[in-house]
C-alpha cells in the first residue's frame, strides 16, 4: 500500500512552536478582502436562493465560462475541470494517468507535491535540477537525454516555486516538441501564471500540447487561498474523462459557496491582477536597490523567487524567529544550501526583510 509521506515544507512548519507574525516566503499574492469585490447583497441573494446539493463534478457551467472568457483564449468548455485546489488536480492527474513502474521526470526544484505523490505512489521519478548558477534556465538537451523509453510524463512549473524563473513562449515551443516527439503526458503547474511583468510573457502550455494538463488556482495569483477552487485545462478529452473519474474517488464536486464567491472574482480578474501584480513589481524594483546582483536572478514572472544568502541559513532561520519572523529554506524543494524562498506578494513582507538586510548579508 502506497504511504503519504508528510511534504518537507510542512514538516518544517511542525517543528516551529507559534505561529510567526511575517513570513517573508509567502507563496500569494495579497490576500484580498471579500467585501471589495461582492457586495453584501450579493451574499444575501446567494444565500436565500441556493440550494446545497452537489455541485457538478466538472465544475459549475457558469464558473468554466466566466475562467474561459476572462483569463484565457481557445479552449471549449469541456476542456476545462475545476477541483477543491491545485494540489486535488495534481493528484487527481496522477492517479488519472499514471500506473505502477511508469517513469516521471520533474524539472526541480518546485514545490514538493509534485514529486513526492509520484513517490508514493510507486512511480520512479527523476529530478532534473536546474541550478542558481547558471540563472535557473533550462538545459533542452540535458532534458532530453533525462528521458527514456519509460519516461511517461514531464512536470513542469513555470512561474517557478521558489525560484521565479520562467520560459518564453519560444522556449514553450520548444518543450512541447521534445514532449509530442516522445509522446509524453505534461503536468504544467502554472499556479502563478497570471503574476507577470509583461502580460505578454502570459501562456498556458495547454495552448501548445494536446496532451498537457495545465493547473491553476486561485490562491496564487489572486491572493485568495481562503478559496478553494482550481481548475485544469486540457484539449484531449480522453484525459478529462480520466481527470473527471479520479475527482469522484476525491471531493467528488467543489463547494457550491466557493464556487460563488470564485465566479465573482474571477469576473473582477483584472482588477484583482492589476492590484497584485503591482505590489509585486514594486517590490522587485525595490528590491533591485537593495540585493547584490549575483545573490538573486532577475525576476520577471511570478510570486517567489530564491535569494542566496552570505550567512548559513540554518543559522538565519533561528535568528528571525527570535523577531517573530519566518523564512523558507530552499532545501525543502529540494535545493540543498544558504538559499531561501522570498515572497513578493506583500509590501510588509518586503518592508521587513529591507529592515533585516544585515541578517542575510553580512
Known amino acids: 500500500m502506497a504511504q503519504l509521506s508528510a511534504l518537507a515544507h510542512h514538516i518544517f512548519y511542525s517543528q516551529i512552536s507559534t505561529k510567526p507574525e511575517i513570513n517573508l516566503s509567502d507563496a500569494c499574492a495579497n490576500n484580498l478582502l471579500l467585501s471589495d469585490y461582492i457586495s453584501q447583497e450579493e451574499f444575501n441573494d446567494f444565500f436565500s436562493k441556493q440550494v446545497m446539493s452537489y455541485a457538478d463534478i466538472q465544475g459549475d457551467l457558469g464558473l468554466r465560462t466566466t475562467i474561459l472568457n476572462n483569463l484565457y483564449e481557445d479552449f471549449n468548455l469541456e476542456d476545462i475541470s475545476t477541483f477543491s485546489g491545485a494540489q486535488e488536480a495534481i493528484f487527481a492527474t496522477y492517479l488519472a494517468l499514471l500506473d505502477k513502474g511508469d517513469e516521471v521526470v520533474v524539472i526541480t526544484p518546485c514545490y514538493q507535491s509534485l514529486n513526492h505523490y509520484v513517490n508514493d505512489l510507486n512511480i520512479n521519478f527523476i529530478n532534473f535540477q536546474l541550478n542558481f548558477e547558471n540563472d535557473w534556465k533550462l538545459d533542452f538537451e540535458g532534458l532530453e537525454k ?10 513542469i512549473n513555470y512561474p517557478n516555486n521558489p525560484t521565479g524563473a520562467h520560459l518564453n513562449k519560444n522556449e514553450v515551443i520548444k518543450l512541447a516538441n521534445i514532449a509530442s ?22 501562456w498556458c502550455f495547454s495552448n501548445y500540447y494536446d496532451k498537457a494538463i495545465s493547473i491553476s488556482v486561485m490562491s496564487k495569483s489572486f491572493g485568495a487561498p481562503g478559496v478553494r477552487i482550481g481548475w485544469s485545462l486540457c484539449k484531449d478529452q480522453e484525459i478529462n474523462r480520466r481527470l473527471k473519474r479520479s475527482k469522484t474517488y476525491l471531493s467528488i464536486c467543489t463547494s457550491r459557496t466557493d464556487e460563488f464567491i470564485c465566479n465573482k472574482l474571477i469576473k473582477k480578474s483584472k482588477e484583482i491582477l492589476n492590484k497584485n501584480n503591482n505590489i509585486i513589481f514594486d517590490n522587485v524594483a525595490r528590491l533591485n536597490k537593495k540585493i547584490p546582483k549575483n545573490l538573486w536572478n532577475v525576476h520577471n514572472a511570478g510570486i517567489v523567487t530564491t535569494v542566496k544568502t552570505k550567512k548559513e541559513i540554518n543559522l538565519i532561520i533561528e535568528d ?8 523558507l529554506p530552499t532545501s525543502v524543494f529540494g535545493y540543498e544550501g544558504n538559499y531561501f524562498r522570498l515572497g513578493l506578494g506583500n509590501l510588509k513582507a518586503i518592508d521587513c526583510f529591507i529592515d533585516n538586510l544585515e541578517h542575510f548579508f553580512n
Not at 181 to 202: C, H, M, N, P, Q
Not at 320 to 327: A, E, G, V, W, Y
Open 320 to 327: 528571525l524567529l527570535k523577531q517573530d519572523i519566518l523564512i
Open 146 to 155: 533525462a528521458i527514456s523509453n519509460k519516461t511517461k510524463m514531464l512536470v
Open 181 to 202: 516527439k516522445y509522446g509524453l503526458y505534461v503536468l504544467s503547474d502554472e499556479v502563478s501564471a497570471f503574476s507577470t511583468i509583461d502580460a505578454g510573457d502570459r
